[in-house]
């Protein structure tokens, strides 16, 4: 039997590389370059290539792929403990060619996408020379697939796609969309949708307006609301099969939020890092916050809270290297449920603790703060995660015969007493052991 929390010697060579590379010179990017995808912002163009040369000097760029698309092939386990690191900073991902959702959309390329998609897009989304999006969430609603209403039909030897997108991260700055649509309308809804790769100038695809999170004021954010408007797309637009879209977006989902939450444990550190200076810096009534045992409390519950959420990432990630992502519904589940929580937390706290300064544009910590209530959102609502786990579990219970619970104390208390006056009298009142 193996059981072990160590990492072995040179990788962890490269996580210390990767962590004082990304506090010297990624962590500051995050104040200068309001989007790591946008390849048109000069400031970004300047300052990240040369970053993600060094990332693959140091042989860890793409990590999440497999080797033969130009990942390492380290698998789950490992990716999680680059993603601590890599997850500290916004710019982290596009540093280290992991940054969703292109990381999601590669993978589903790669896997089912014909040689023309692999050719035009695969590469230079991999070498982030382009970037991507994926067009699921409706207005009328995301979390539940049956109320999708975009729809993709045949005409001749074209599709004809049409219908509303709601919330297309990084639509404005990609050069295609994966799109969910209904091409089987008659079918249950696990076989109603297929996937189209369609190009972001094809004719008929309005971005009605870029929607931006609470806290931007004025000007546009980066979420697409989109109108597909009878937009033609030739018969080899199709990603996968038809009818079998539904199940590609779930897998590629998946291992989004693992690896999402991989990335969530390294924000969440970072913050609690702010945190702890903060409690030892600060001082007020005649002794530092760290003094104050409300503070303690705050501190406390901020590491066993991050902690335990760590600890469950990380078992869940060497589960998918034995297992695979496709058996983990639950586990995977409850780690997206757990996330927004976990970074809520710890913020909220970190926040306190820095007085009015906190709430301030002058640290990170209201936009993580913010970014604890989306991460309760994107991927699917936190109940929606608490059902499915719940449902997980309680599959594999077996209910009570009887109409008492089977640790009902009085039957359970007439078994031990058998099992005494068979000891008493030298039997076994066990049969059939
Ligand atoms: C930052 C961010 C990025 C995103 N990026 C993308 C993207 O790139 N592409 C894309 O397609 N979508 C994207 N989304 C959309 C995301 O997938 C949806 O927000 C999500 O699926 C929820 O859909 P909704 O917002 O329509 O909420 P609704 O489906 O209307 O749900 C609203 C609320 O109702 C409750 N609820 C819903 N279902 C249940 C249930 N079964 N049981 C109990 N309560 C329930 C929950 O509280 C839920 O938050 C993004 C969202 C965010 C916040």
Redesign the pocket.
Known sequence: MTWSFETDPDFQASLDWAETFMRAEVEPLDTVISSPYDLTDPVRQRLIPPLQEKVRANGLWACHLRPELGGQGYGQLKLALLAEQVGRSDCGPTVFGSQP?DSGNSEILAEYGTQEQKDRYLRPLLDNQIVS?????EPQ????PSVFTTTAVLDGDEWVLEGH?W???NAKFASFFIVVAVTEPEQPVQHRMSLFVVPADTPGVTILRNVGRGDHVGGEGT?GYIHYDQVRLPMDSLLGERGKGFQVAQARLNGGRMHHAMRTVGKARRVFEMLCERAVSRETRGSKLADKQLVQDMVADSWMELEQFRLLVLQTAWKADRFGYGALRGEIAAVKALMPTVLRNVTSRAVQLHGSLGTTNEMPLIAYLLDGF?MG?????T??HK?TLARQILRGVTPAEGIFPSEHIPAVRARAEALDAAAATGGSAVRDV
Do not use: I, N, R
């Not at 999006?133 to 969430?137: G, N, P």
């Open positions: 959702p999006c994926f067009s699921m969430t609603g995301g979390a539940d997108k919330f297309s991260s979420h989306t959102l994107a991927d699917g609502p109940e929606v059902s």
